[in-house]
């Protein structure tokens, strides 16, 4: 196969790629990323010459862009989008454009063709759940995004669905989880508390910890889209999670006795506006129609990414100055 990802340089797209040339050793990748500040080459370091890969550095708002990276291409997964909470709240037209008018352009592109568009999309969509915690977000679950981050996610979404019926776009869809482990920006909430705790900071917990979240390793994300690419149908609809959820304090508290160190170094700050409750995802579609299952607990997830973080200072140190300051 012939792949063309989006935004392979940040987060989970760079772990993707690592993933999907290893274990398809002879396929190829194009690479689409503007590099932003979630971004960095550095987490793909060596991969050209070990595999068939090419990287274009540019914007998937551009159609020309698109056009010109697509034209041998199977497939398309899209990674790209801006995606933290917070600086949705402070300005969304980045997300709107980014997240909603980009994946526009895609379909565009591509109606009419047999490439496939793989969008890879949040749990967040679906709004948030009570803290009961025998409800769990579903595949076909009712979407009701409740910041601007989810609610850009969920237009696109919502597109990909109307130009799957209206034209025959060969599209599916995944919800993700919370995310972790290597490559991931030190503003999100387990590296920050790694880093954190290194620096014997504070670490802030937004208003009392209670929100819980549903935490899937990297490695595990990756796996399933690689399932979804090779045997997912078009329209589908695949929910990709551990089926648990834990409340942010909690976690907080789990990483920082995996680092030998107390509680006290945790700051309860004012909350996040409009902060979602509960996430907590039902895998049981995804492992019945293709296989897949989570492979790593959350517990060896954290030991592996601790023991990444702290082995590999170097490659986040601008970052951590950035995402950590008081």
């Not at 600086?87 to 895609?106: C, G, P, Q, T, W």
């Not at 034209?167 to 490559?183: A, D, E, L, R, W």
């Not at 490695?219 to 551990?242: M, N, P, Q, Y």
Request: hydrophobic share 35%.
């Amino acid at each position: 196969m012939k792949l063309l990802v989006t935004g392979g340089l940040g987060f989970i797209g760079s772990n993707f790629i690592w993933h999907w040339l290893r274990n398809n050793r002879n396929d190829s990748i194009v690479n689409v990323d503007k590099i932003t500040y979630a971004a960095d080459p550095r987490y793909l370091s060596g991969v050209e010459k070990e595999f068939e890969y090419k990287f274009i550095r540019g914007d998937i708002r551009s159609r020309e862009v698109i056009q010109s990276a697509v034209e041998d291409a199977d497939a398309i997964v899209n990674f790209a989008a801006e995606s933290h909470v917070d600086r949705s709240i402070e300005d969304s037209d980045e997300f709107v454009s980014s997240n909603y008018l980009a994946v526009k352009n895609m379909l565009d592109l591509i109606k009419g063709t047999d490439i496939r568009l793989h969008q890879v999309s949040t749990d967040e969509v679906f709004g948030s759940l009570t803290y009961n915690k025998k409800t769990q977000f579903r595949h076909l679950s009712r979407y009701d995004p409740r910041n601007p981050y989810s609610a850009t996610k969920a237009a696109a979404d919502l597109m990909i669905g109307a130009y799957v019926n209206t034209y025959g776009v060969n599209s599916t869809i995944s919800y993700s989880g919370n995310n972790y482990g290597p490559f991931q920006h030190p503003e999100k909430l387990i590296p920050k508390t790694i880093f954190l705790s290194m620096l014997d900071r504070k670490i802030p917990v937004y208003g009392n910890g209670r929100q819980m979240r549903d935490w899937v390793y990297v490695e595990d994300h990756c796996a399933a889209i690689s399932l979804i690419l090779k045997r997912g149908r078009t329209g589908e609809r695949f929910l990709v999670g551990s089926g648990k959820a834990i409340s942010n304090v909690e976690l907080v508290r789990r990483i920082l006795r995996l680092l030998g160190r107390e509680d006290d170094l945790i700051e309860y700050v004012a909350d996040r506006p409009g902060h979602d409750s509960r996430y907590c995802s039902d895998y049981s579609y995804i492992e019945k129609k293709l296989g897949w299952k989570p492979e790593i607990d959350l517990e060896k997830g954290l030991r592996k990414t601790i023991e990444h973080y702290s082995t590999n200072p170097d490659l986040y140190r601008d970052k951590i100055a950035r995402a950590t300051k008081p």
